[in-house]
């Protein structure tokens, strides 16, 4: 095991709430680089492994996704990449990927922000989609990370707006329920986790973070009426604390 984390009146108000909120993550330290692997469990089983990466780019950071799942005569291989940059503690996506083949029809989705002209278009042809635009929306894997700004910057209690793989808004919340001594592949480690809160929902999702590895994701679980879908567990994880984004002062 490799153990490598518009009115005058409202002016004051305004700024006084924006000095106070860039001061949560004035003293957080740039996001680390990792490589993380995963073994994906059903039911005691192993059925695939996974991978998650961070590296600096020249723009900012870019975060990986990779999967390679196999369930009887089922098969999923997919791939994400999402691209951003991080502004006083909120995380803004530039691009999003998503690649999927296996069982069924392969799937190709992209979605590309630009946050100074306040546009998102999608698809491989970079179609423009009519959107009101909102600096906070977060893609499909980026939120992960702007959660892990959050709890550093002592937050427990999540609520985010998502782009889905066609640009469309959904509002996820998280919060901590619980803290854990977790045994995993990895290792036995210290974890919170943290449950998604949906309402009318046959849905479960948690996910267990570990502080000492600098809030990295150590377990992901899913089941639909309470009956598990999977169960993901980190078995080895290489990590370089604090790092700048390439080009950054």
């Keep these: 095991m490799t153990k490598m984390i518009k009115r005058r009146f409202w002016a ?3 700024i006084v709430t924006s000095l106070f909120s860039n001061a949560l993550y004035a003293d957080i330290a740039p996001l680390s680089e990792f490589n993380a ?7 005691g089983k192993k059925h695939g492994d996974a991978k998650r990466y961070l590296k600096t780019t020249e723009q900012g950071y870019q975060l990986g996704y990779s999967s390679d799942i196999s369930w009887m005569i089922f098969s999923d291989k997919r791939e994400e990449t999402s691209d951003f940059v991080i502004n006083n503690g909120q995380i803004q996506p530039l691009r999003y990927i998503m690649q999927r083949s296996g069982t069924g029809p392969n799937r190709y989705y992209e979605l590309n922000l630009d946050p100074v002209k306040k546009t998102l278009s999608e698809g491989a042809n970079q179609k423009q989609k009519a ?4 600096d906070d929306c977060l893609d499909q894997i980026s939120y992960q990370l702007q959660l ?5 910057a ?3 209690d999540f609520n985010y707006t998502v782009l889905n793989r066609s640009g469309n808004t959904k509002e996820y919340h998280y919060k ?4 854990e001594m977790l045994p995993l592949p990895y290792g036995n480690i210290k974890t919170l986790r943290i449950a998604r809160i949906e309402q009318n929902s ?3 999702i948690y996910a267990w973070v570990a502080p000492e590895l600098d809030y990295m994701l150590v377990r992901l679980w899913r089941g639909e009426d309470n009956v598990e879908q999977f169960d993901v567990q980190l078995y080895k994880l290489d990590i370089t604390p604090e790092t700048q984004p390439i080009g950054s002062p």
């Design 12 to 14: 004051p108000f305004v």
């Design 37 to 43: 692997d995963y073994i994906v469990y059903r039911a």
């Design 131 to 134: 959107v009101n635009w909102q």
């Design 148 to 152: 892990v700004l959050d709890l550093k």
């Design 154 to 156: 002592g937050k427990t």
């Design 176 to 179: 901590v329920v619980a803290e």
């Design 202 to 204: 046959d849905k479960q």
